[in-house]
Nanobody, 120 residues
């Protein structure tokens, strides 16, 4: 079974940058990043195909965030630039072998989450 561990979260000021990492223990298939802010539902952030050849982003992060993967290290990254206070949330890494729509909430495997706080 796939296990995912996120890291790299922290406190940054608005306009700053942060890179999140997700280390996986097994075959991950498509991988994605989701986030959940206090009082809000979990929302899709970005996803990447198994080979890394295809990516998808939520409109709110396009042009600011970049998802990538290093299959040799079995690790997925989320580079976050021009951070805004509204980006504050717990960020979760997810993996799936069969989701068709990248933004689907039905990924089979989930990490424990890492907190990202952007101050104003």
């Amino acid at each position: 079974q796939v296990q995912l561990v996120e890291s790299g979260g922290g406190l940054v000021q608005a306009g700053g940058s942060l890179r999140l990492s997700c280390a996986a223990s097994g075959r991950t298939g498509r991988m994605g990043w989701f986030r959940q802010a206090p009082g809000k539902e979990r929302e899709f952030v970005a996803a990447i195909s198994r080979s890394g050849g295809g990516t998808d982003y939520a409109d709110s992060v396009k042009g600011r965030f970049t998802i990538s993967r290093d299959n040799a290290k079995n690790t997925v990254y989320l580079e976050m630039n021009s951070l805004k206070p509204e980006d504050t949330a717990v960020y979760y890494c997810a993996a799936s072998y069969h989701v068709v729509v990248a933004s689907s909430p039905d990924y089979e495997y989930w990490g424990q989450g890492t907190q990202v706080t952007v101050s104003s």
